[in-house]
């Protein structure tokens, strides 16, 4: 068994097709598709179900999956510690991040991270927290900026809390609640709502702050993501919206009202229970986050971190 072997079956696994894995891994389909045929055999399972119309993993492929990630991000690790023992910063660099992150400026960091730290090849996904928090887990991404209700408990992951803010009504400039300083939920339930779906970690914070004042709200217009497209639906005056007040500052066209009895909202930094990479290490200091995390140094940051 290759750790190459393994790069194709991710590869194929999270493109759901051998020719999009083999252009992902830039070797020609043909020989990607050796390669798994060839593991196959070695494992005596099949690890993916292929048709005409679509491949999926097998349970065998399920199984696989986890543990060729946890291999491969061990090798890798291998790599970037033992640069890191002679001073250079390597290997990769996986993050994921909320579309309303407001406690650290993620683009500014990577801008600066990249520029003094050439060698580290870098990954940035967008999602929901929920998906952030599973892809931590399995490996996927190193650390993940996350947005979640004050009622929600996080296991199988580190967690740091880099803040807490209150959610603040957003509106159209010319509706009637743009000239009012501050509502209470009790006129905002007969509002039409934008927001994200059911039981996602955005959604249940409102929810839950509506619920708990005995109220109900209507929910016109769902989005999977709170930043462009809820805008411009509170731009053309469908709906209001509940938006992180340290958020809604990057927003044009709306105006930002003071809810009484607020939902909440917590800011976290998570990652992987196998600890931080030097690279990861790297980028966390930039963000200029309280120094007593991470100790004098990285052997110190990493015992804290278990």
Known sequence: MELQQMRYVIAVAETNSFTRGAERCLVVQSALSHQIARLERELGARLFERTSRRVRLTAAGEAFLPAARQCLNAAERVTAEVAAAVGEVRGRLSLGIIPTVAAADIPGTLSRFRRRYPDVQVSLRVGASEDLIDQVKEGILEVAFLGLPTTKLLDGVNVRE?????????????????????????????????????????????????????????????????????????????????????????????????????????????????????????????????????????????????
Do not use: K
């Open 162 to 306: 880099l803040c807490r803010d209150h959610l603040v009504a957003v509106v159209a400039p010319d509706h009637p609640l743009a000239d009012e300083t501050v509502v209470d939920l009790q006129r905002l339930c007969s509002e039409v709502f934008v927001d994200l779906p059911p039981r996602t970690a955005g959604r249940e914070q409102s929810d839950q702050a509506f619920a708990a004042a005995g109220l109900t709200r209507e929910v016109a217009f769902e989005v999977t993501t709170a930043d462009f497209m809820m805008a411009r639906l509170v731009r053309q005056g469908l709906c209001i919206a509940m938006l992180p007040s340290r958020y809604v500052p990057q927003l044009t066209g709306v105006v930002a009202v003071e809810v009484t009895g607020a939902p909440t909202r917590v800011e976290n930094v998570i990652w992987s229970r196998a600890g931080l990479t030097p690279a990861a290490t790297a980028f966390l200091r930039m963000l200029d986050l309280p120094e007593h995390w991470f100790g004098s140094d990285r052997a110190e940051w990493d015992a804290q971190s278990d």
